[in-house]
């Protein structure tokens, strides 16, 4: 779990550092709206990231599809790395306005970071990318 957590906060900083992506949201960021309170319940930030991407679904479409070591799929939670669009998987039965109360659009993804080396992670997003 260390080592995920350890991943994740490295891949959300690089997510924030880049100009295709509009946020990420995870707790082990300073710009995350529960960061204070993360820092005090939690050891480390976890190992799920969402990100919104500042282009249209299609981009994060293209993204996905590039990623050569990071499976797609719709269950996140794995010793693998899993990315997943809940626009259109998790939370496509849910009406366009809820979907939206909730923060998720088509240029959404959460990825769950796994085991592997995350310098081998950071190149295949950035390749993706």
């Given at each position: 779990?260390?080592?995920?957590?350890?991943?994740?906060?490295?891949?959300?900083?690089?997510?924030?550092?880049?100009?295709?992506?509009?946020?990420?949201?995870?707790?082990?960021?300073?710009?995350?709206?529960?960061?204070?309170?993360?820092?005090?319940?939690?050891?480390?930030?976890?190992?799920?990231?969402?990100?919104?991407?500042?282009?249209?679904?299609?981009?994060?479409?293209?993204?996905?599809?590039?990623?050569?070591?990071?499976?797609?799929?719709?269950?996140?939670?794995?010793?693998?790395?899993?990315?997943?669009?809940?626009?259109?998987?998790?939370?496509?039965r849910l009406s366009p306005e809820v979907q939206a109360e909730m923060g998720i659009?088509?240029?959404?993804?959460?990825?769950?970071?796994?085991?592997?080396?995350?310098?081998?992670?950071?190149?295949?997003?950035?390749?993706?990318?």
């Open positions: 779990v260390k080592r995920m957590n350890n991943s994740a906060q490295l891949i959300a900083e690089f997510f924030e550092s880049r100009p295709e992506i509009k946020s990420v949201r995870y707790p082990g960021l300073k710009s995350h709206p529960g960061y204070e309170t993360a820092q005090k319940q939690m050891d480390g930030g976890g190992s799920t990231i969402g990100i919104e991407f500042a282009g249209k679904q299609n981009d994060t479409f293209k993204f996905m599809n590039a990623l050569r070591i990071i499976d797609i799929s719709n269950n996140l939670g794995d010793s693998k790395s899993l990315i997943t669009h809940p626009a259109s998987s998790t939370h496509r659009t088509g240029s959404v993804l959460r990825l769950s970071v796994g085991l592997e080396h995350p310098e081998d992670l950071l190149r295949d997003i950035e390749e993706a990318l």
